[in-house]
């Protein structure tokens, strides 16, 4: 057989035979798309039997024909490769497996084809051969799911992309609108600077939220909230606690019975900032507090002036410059007693200008203290407001100096003195009925204005002229009474012929001027008058506004001049 003809059969044998033992390494198979495969009818390939059997076993060798077995020549071995046609391209390749086909040239020798083989089916098969037949490699096989786009069911990367971003944007507006909802994550604390207590819990509450109160002195807002923790618009974790502060009005603290420096301790941190304190006599020991204004337990802003009263021992009050009446009430105030005398000093009428111990001296519970006054100075004896104004003592013995005796003396229920001093010309009468010449009693002796009882009111009872030496009845002779008595303020003046009063009573030869007024805190009232003719008598009295307050003047014509008039002419 000729080279050339062993080169024809060589390429002939390209095609899978029947008869031969074919070697398939795995790592050499070509890689072959099921779809561009060439369908090969086995009976259409030359020296193919279509009854042969074909295992595919990518670890084993490929026999084609069970019944057909080649020889191999050990010394002699052909690598066919795969030729490509002119203008042909590498697909071809891939389609057309590479077949090792053992041969003899290389020996020289001719050695039996393909057919001779199978005329001698009983030749000897030398193993040694097939380990020197290069195998090919296993031919993979693309799976339908990786497979390229020519596969029709095979899912789109961009639509698993488009699957994935679409769960994504799902799941992110789940979780956004459910936080934002507050579903999860906490909650917003609501904001409740300014209402109550009650409100601010019946907001928070319903939330979930626990509430805790603190209690902040304040002068403003009392009862509101005024701060929070978290604040409003706060969202908070899984912790829903909120603490609020409300605000409480100051109130002064139990304070009597401490120290002074303990008080005013507790008043400054109640926030007090207006402290004053004042000192009063006590038998407690010394810088207890006595008593506090405002009271215990009352409200308070913080600039409010908070009084504390503070014990020391007794001494006597600073009173000089205050009226006699206010330092007469200092001094009892100060656990001490009083009396008055009167000073060659010059000053204010009442007015005290020193004390007896001098003040700031320590004394004893119950000491007197001896207020000093300027001594009064009576105009002369028909200057009747003046005796309100001077000690009964002193008055007393001022109208002895002045030639008046004391011709019937007692003291009235009220404890005000009842005295009738005379001189022959005038009479003065000490009594609570001024307006009347009752008397209190017939005594004689000391005068109760001696033994200190007071005035309660005065009577002056004496001839026109020798009060005033015009003293007519008119008015012009009203007016000068009133001057010598030292009277003023003239309300209203009645004459027997406009007297006004629902009583019957006789006027026959009946002639008078009555007149009264009203001078400081005394009604003060002057009669002229004359009965048939008789010389003209003056009566002048005065007593407290207080002496005549519920008196029925309704059959006077509600008029005190009437009243008096009539009283003393006709009585009562």
Sequence with gaps: MEDSELDKDAMQVEQPDPDATQLVDPGDAPDIPPDDAPDVDPGDAPGVDSDATVLADSDATHLVDDEATRRVDPDATQLAEPSTPEGGSDDVQDELPTIVVPHAVSSGQEGPDGIDAMDDPYAPINDADFTRVTPYAPVAIDSPVTADGKHRGRVRP???????????????????????????????????????????????????????????LSDDNVGKVVSMDPQAGTRTGDDLAVTITVAVSRTIPSVVGLSQADAKTALLNEGAKNITIVYKNSSEAEGTVLAVSPDEGEAFVSTDQITLTVSQPFKVPDVVGLSLTDAEKAIQDAGLEYSVSYSDKTGDKNVVLSTSPDAGTEVSEGS????YVPAPKLSDAYHISEYFD??????????????????????????????????GTATITITDTPESADAAGTGTGTSALAGGKPVGGVRLQASAPSVASDAAISSDGLASVMSACGLSNLVSSRTSDSVQTSRSIDKTGLSFICGYGQQGDYVWSVLLGSLNGSSATA??????????????????????????????????
Excluded: M
């Design 158 to 216: 961009w639509a698993v992309v488009l699957v994935v971003v679409a769960l994504l944007a799902a799941a992110a507006f789940v979780v956004k609108y459910t936080y934002e909802n507050e579903y999860w994550g906490g909650k917003t604390v609501p904001d409740v600077v300014g209402k109550t207590e009650t409100e601010a819990r019946s907001t928070l509450s319903p939330l979930g939220f626990s509430v805790t109160v603190n209690e902040v």
């Design 539 to 572: 009566i002048v009295t005065i007593a407290p506004k207080s002496h005549y307050d519920g008196l029925d003047l309704s059959e006077y014509g509600n008029d005190l001049a009437s009243y008096i008039a009539i009283t003393n002419f006709y009585g009562k």
């Design 368 to 371: 007197t203290v001896t207020l």
């Design 390 to 423: 001077i000690e009964p003592a002193d008055l007393d013995s001022y109208l002895s100096k002045q030639g008046y005796s004391v011709s019937s003396t007692g003291v009235f229920s009220s404890g005000d003195a009842y005295a009738v001093y005379t001189n």
